[in-house]
């Protein structure tokens, strides 16, 4: 069984830099593709980035392009989100998520194709 812990947030000033960690019980990043995907308050949970296996090739949601950079490590047991020039609008849960599944660029958006998920780590930008 797949299991994910998300780590890394915190409360920061806008403008600043955060690096949220996924770290699996095995080295699975190399043979499942994973995403990362955010709840802000009273909004519903929304794609930010995903990291395919193999190749690594990498997807952004486009308020965040150019801004976040998603990663993982040589080890395939942990993916990272740096996140960069944050906005009070990043406020939100962030979860990690990963599927041994195929998918398709329109499918790495959708929350529902994901296996398995972290608990969620808060991040707090303050204007």
């Known amino acids: 069984q797949v299991q994910l812990v998300d780590s890394g947030g915190g409360s920061v000033q806008a403008g600043d830099s955060l690096r949220l960690s996924c770290t699996a019980n095995d080295r699975i990043f190399r043979t499942h593709n994973m995403g990362w995907f955010r709840r802000a308050p009273g909004k519903e949970r929304e794609f930010v980035a995903a990291l395919s296996y193999g190749a690594g090739s990498t997807y952004y949601a486009n308020s965040v392009k150019g801004r976040f950079t998603v990663s993982r490590s040589t080890t395939g047991d942990t993916a990272y989100l740096q996140m960069n020039s944050l906005k009070p609008e990043d406020t939100a849960v962030y979860y990690c998520?990963?599927?041994?599944?195929?998918?398709?660029?329109?499918?790495?958006?959708?929350?529902?194709?994901?296996?398995?998920w972290g608990h969620g780590t808060q991040v707090t930008v303050s204007s």
């Open positions: 998520a990963a599927t041994p599944d195929p998918l398709t660029v329109d499918q790495r958006m959708s929350v529902r194709r994901y296996d398995y």
